[in-house]
């Protein structure tokens, strides 16, 4: 999706983590020329969620059925209201070397299936990757320190 407005997007994002390994799920992004999360814009007519379930379709061809998302917060049930967990953190970035950034709201996905098959036109490039594998990658300047840096902290936190 192009972006909606001149200076800031909203986008969701998620760091998938493996169902039976000690792996990451990373796709290489042909615009940024780099490797990161998986994760796309907001539509206008999209609430976070929404957003979520549609980019994980998207980019992974994960189903609602075939994840879910890892909170270790309590919430409180709300009614006459939607409430959904938390991103883990909300993350401002320049979008390449533009001057457009993106407000990102990532999460940490447990998947229920090893097999990810993005939709066609979604980049073509994915797989799993354990920390050295992304480690020896952002040596190789092939991730972002940020991604680096978010990748360290699901590992530690959840692999």
């Known amino acids: 999706m192009p972006h909606i407005h001149d ?8 760091y998938i983590l493996h169902p039976n390994e000690k792996k990451l799920c990373l796709h290489f992004h042909r ?3 780099t490797w990161n999360q998986l994760g796309g814009h907001i539509e206008l007519d999209e609430d ?15 189903s609602p059925d075939d994840y879910t ?31 457009h950034k993106h407000i990102d709201l990532p999460y940490v996905i447990k998947s229920k299936k090893s097999k990810l098959k993005p939709n066609e ?11 050295e594998e992304i480690r020896n990658m952002h040596e190789n300047k092939e991730i972002q320190d940020s991604t680096m840096d978010m ?6 936190k959840y692999v």
């Open 7 to 14: 200076l800031y997007d909203f986008t969701v994002s998620f």
């Open 31 to 33: 615009k940024l020329d």
């Open 48 to 62: 976070p969620m929404e957003s979520l379930e549609r980019e994980l379709s998207e980019e992974a061809g994960l």
């Open 69 to 99: 998302i890892a909170t270790d917060r309590n919430y409180p049930e709300l009614r006459g209201v939607k409430s959904y967990p938390a991103p883990f953190s909300v993350v401002i970035y320049n979008y390449g070397d533009s001057a």
């Open 121 to 131: 036109g979604e980049s073509a490039r994915i797989d799993w990757f354990n920390l």
């Open 151 to 156: 990748c360290e902290w699901v590992f530690n």
